[in-house]
Structures are given as structure tokens and as C-alpha cells.
């Protein structure tokens, strides 16, 4: 599987975007596909999964209510839609997929056997 992430740019606080993340190759049935973001100095971060039969989605605790994952079958496009942005909210932004990790793992960067470029993310204040 191959990732590709798109979207990022420069917005201001309290803006908004959409990530989004083309995936090719192999079919994605039985796939997981998470979003996560690194920041300078920081480890990644999960932000948010999604199983891609059904639907079922994962969120981060502290990112409830802002950001929000969805796919296209159609399509293979998995997306992040984040609203209300602050400025802690800048980082490189990555899509990942994994076929053999559990549910409960999809928070940790080592799960995930796939992983796209990134794409930054900057939230000026």
C-alpha cells in the first residue's frame, strides 16, 4: 500500500482544513488507517483512526470534537477534517495503514506497516 498525504498548508487560529490521503496498491479491505502529526522535538502523535470496512473511527482524547476522520471507499481517500485550529496544532501531518494491528494499538506509531510523506500543517496565531 502506498500513501500519499495532500492538504496542508498555513491558516490562522481558529481556522480550518481538510487533510487528505490517496491510498494505491493493494485493496484496503481489513485495513486500518490512522492520522498522525509531529511536531519539532516532539514524538509522533495519534490523532485519529478509522477501520476501513465500516467506518468505526478513533479519535484522540484530546482532539475529540475538532478533528474528524472519514474515507471514501470509492475513492481509497481517507480524510481529516480539523476545525478550530490553534497554533499547537502545527505539525507534520502523516496518513499510516496497517492490516495486522489490533484495534486498541492504533494509537502507536510502530503498529502501522505503511506510512505516507506527510504534509505540514502550520496555524499561525
Known amino acids: 500500500v502506498q500513501l500519499q498525504a495532500s492538504g496542508g498548508g498555513l491558516v490562522q487560529a481558529g481556522g480550518s482544513l481538510r487533510l487528505s490521503c490517496v491510498a494505491s496498491g493493494r485493496t484496503l479491505n481489513n485495513y486500518k488507517l490512522g492520522w498522525f502529526r509531529q511536531a519539532p522535538g516532539n514524538e509522533r502523535e495519534f490523532v485519529a483512526g478509522i477501520r476501513w470496512n465500516g467506518g468505526t473511527t478513533i479519535y484522540a482524547d484530546s482532539l475529540k470534537g475538532r478533528f474528524t476522520i472519514s474515507r471514501d471507499i470509492s475513492k481509497k481517500m481517507v480524510y481529516l477534517q480539523m476545525n478550530s485550529l490553534k497554533p499547537e496544532d502545527s505539525a507534520i501531518y502523516y496518513c499510516?495503514?496497517?492490516?495486522?494491528?489490533?484495534?486498541?494499538?492504533?494509537?502507536?506509531?510502530?503498529?502501522?506497516?505503511?506510512w505516507g510523506q506527510g504534509t505540514q500543517v502550520t496555524v499561525s496565531s
Open positions: 499510516a495503514a496497517t492490516a495486522h494491528t489490533i484495534w486498541s494499538q492504533l494509537g502507536v506509531p510502530s503498529s502501522y506497516e505503511h
